[in-house]
């Protein structure tokens, strides 16, 4: 049984609210780097038009491109702060709101009318990506396995305060579970799973509703728990199978509820990705929502638009849930393929103390690595590959167990890092 944690999920101030929609920003920035440090190339220059949904820079060693959001006319590019707290050069696209595109866009009936070499084309062709956070090219991920056996679905979202995947599930089930019909069709995979949180009772009730005319789908309901959306806990929760690297050892092919989405959105309307919804939320957000928002919006103008911010005085902005997310010190944030949510606070986090040897941080790592160890042997590179410190998953557990607020999920990937740079 997966190793877990029970926390608190904070999200009510979200879970039951309508999608609303912040879809026409001024100016979209469409960052040339991602968060894992892939480089993209630009292909437009400043004065030049682009369209909604325009390749604009690729990504020339996969072939892979990045799209426009929105039409207008490029201008002087600047950097940006993304999810990773790290300030990207942009393409910079004013946007004349005409949503132009430069061909017709398709509207398909039948969307699983497509043969297996035209999704996964289409998959690349339109920059889907995973958008539960790791943003890996889905069609890399799809054409890797040719016997794939089940199409598991995560929907789990185990982070606190976020509920964009939650709130997707009960707007859009029909478009979700066509989706997944589709793709098991196209794939010639048997069945898929939809996992979901024990505790998310009234999505599950509306999938129920729906699941009589999809016989080949099954809803599975995880325990609730942290972090069961961890693709590797999700699969040990859905089957009870472990495997030592990639769930395509055992058959199972695994995309998150979002991209699930994204996929439908691409199949029926030949749609490239250039939206997400994203959480805003927290105690120092007037009006936390679940917000559609175009790919390279900024945060300042989306919280603008919902409604804007409580009095701060120490303001703490965090990408991403609060286990996994980073702290920004500006809302000059954009909005990125990867990035499901925001949250504001107050900063008054303790400051860290002397570690009392407890061995929490290891009880409740997912990875059973030793967190403590990793931090008191930062510059010992050959303890720190015996600690097997590339195989943490950042989940923060260790960060959020340590009684002495020691940052151990900060010090482990900066092991991380060192690591990956020595390797090359």
Known sequence: MSKIVKIPNIKKSTSNKKIVEHTKPQVIYIPLESKNGVKYTHL???????????????????????????????VSGNKRIINNGNKIKC?????????????????????????????LEMLRTHGITGLGGSDFPTFIKYKICDNYKCLLVNGVECEPFVTADYALMKEKTDEILESIDAIL??????????????????????????????????????????????????????????YKKYPTEIGILVSNVSTIYAIYEMLKYNRPLTERVITITGPSIKTPSNVKVKIGASINEMIDNIGG???????????GGP????????????????????IVMEDNFAKPTECISCGKCASVCPANLIPI????????????????????????????????????????KEVKNKLRTEAK
């Open 373 to 412: 160890l990793i931090k008191q042997n930062i510059n010992d590179i050959s303890i720190l590959k015996k600690l097997k410190s590339t195989e943490c998953i950042e989940c923060g557990l260790c960060s959020y167990i340590c009684p002495a607020k020691i940052e151990l999920r900060e010090y482990v």
């Open 91 to 119: 393409i910079v696209i004013e946007n004349d709101f005409k949503e132009k595109y430069e061909d017709r866009r398709g509207y398909k009936k039948d969307i699983s009318n497509y043969s297996k070499e035209e999704f």
């Open 309 to 319: 911010y409580k009095k701060l005085n120490k303001p703490l902005l965090i990408a």
């Open 185 to 242: 069709e196209i794939m010639n995979i048997k069945e898929a799973y939809i996992a979901i949180n024990e505790e998310y009772t009234d999505v599950i009730n509306i999938f129920n509703k729906h699941l009589g005319t999809y016989p080949n789908i099954k809803l599975s309901l995880v325990r609730n728990g942290y972090p069961n959306g961890w693709e590797r806990n999700t699969i040990d929760e859905v089957f009870g199978l472990k």
């Open 44 to 74: 437009v220059k400043e004065g030049d038009y682009v369209y909604k949904g325009s390749v604009i820079a690729i990504n020339k060693s996969i072939n892979f491109p990045i799209h426009s959001s929105v039409s207008g006319y490029v």
């Open 323 to 342: 286990m996994m997310g980073t702290s920004i010190p500006t809302d000059e944030l954009i909005v990125t393929k990867d990035l499901n949510c925001v």
